[in-house]
DNA sequence: ATAATAATAGTAATCATTACTGATAACGAA
DNA sequence: TTCGTTATCAGTAATGATTACTATTATTAT
C-alpha cells in the first residue's frame, strides 16, 4: 500500500488508490485502503491534501514542497521550491510542524488554449 | 449574511455562520446559508479554507494572507505578512490567481502547556 | 393588478469517509 | 499440536457535511 502510493508521482485519491491496490490485490476492500491511509497519514508516511473538490488527496513525496492547482483543468502540479517560512511565524511564538501551500491558478496548458 | 462573515474575525464553519444568522434572522434555512455562501465564494468576496476537519471554514478577509493551524486547539490564527510567491510559479509559466497557504504546529497557549 | 422571475424554507438525496462486525490469519505459550 | 490472544481484513452499515430539489413566498416589471 505504501508502495503503491510512494511509487506514483501523481497525487491520487482514495479511490484512485484502491483501484491501484485491487491490480495487486484484488480482494482489497475500499475500508482497508482508508484504514491504512489514515496509519500511514498519522506516522508521517504520505501527506493529505485538503483540496476544493472535497476529496482528499495523498502525496508520497514528504519532502518539502507545495503545489499549485489549475483552477480550469484541476491538475496538481508540485513546486519542489517553496519560498521560505513567514517570519511573522516565529514573531508570533508559533511552532511550525508542516505546512501545506496550495497556489490556484491556470497552468501552462490552459493559458494557452484561452 | 456577508455582514455577519465580514464583522467576524474568526474561520467559521457554514454551520456557526448559521447560528449567527438565526439570531438576526430566525426563520433563515441552513440551505440559504450554503447556497449564500457558494454565491459569495464564487464571487470571490470571502474565500473558502478547506483544512484537515472535514468542514468548510469561511473568511470574511480577502486581502492576501495565510493561516496558522494548531494541531492541538484547532486555533486559526491569520497570518498577515505572508512570504512572497515562490519563483517557480513564474519560471513554470503559471498563473496564479490565489493562494491558500496553511501552516501546521503548535500555537504560543499549547506551547506553553506542555 | 397580473404575470414573470428570483429567493427561500424545509427536506430529501448525495457521497466521501468512518465505524462496525464477523471471519480469518498470525503468533506465542503450555 | 492445541488453546488463547491479538491483529488484520472484507464487507457493509452508519455518519455527516454539503448539495439538490420542491413547493411556497417575495420582488420586480409590464
Redesign the pocket.
Known amino acids: 500500500m505504501k508502495d503503491v502510493i510512494k511509487n506514483r508521482c501523481d497525487h491520487p ?3 484512485m488508490i484502491y483501484e491501484s491496490c485491487r491490480l495487486l ?1 484484488p ?6 485502503v ?5 496509519l500511514l497519514a498519522d506516522e508521517g508516511d504520505i501527506i493529505t491534501l485538503e483540496t476544493s473538490d ?3 488527496h495523498y502525496d508520497g513525496d514528504i519532502s518539502r514542497h507545495s503545489h499549485f492547482i489549475c483552477e480550469k483543468c484541476g491538475k496538481i502540479i508540485d513546486l519542489f521550491k517553496p519560498s521560505k517560512l513567514p517570519d511573522e511565524l516565529t514573531e508570533l511564538g508559533l511552532t511550525v510542524k508542516g505546512e501545506k501551500c496550495i497556489y490556484y491558478g491556470d497552468c501552462t496548458d490552459c493559458t494557452i488554449k484561452n
Open positions: 485519491t482514495a479511490d490485490e480482494n482489497i476492500s475500499l475500508g482497508t482508508y484504514r491504512n491511509l489514515k472535497k476529496k482528499i
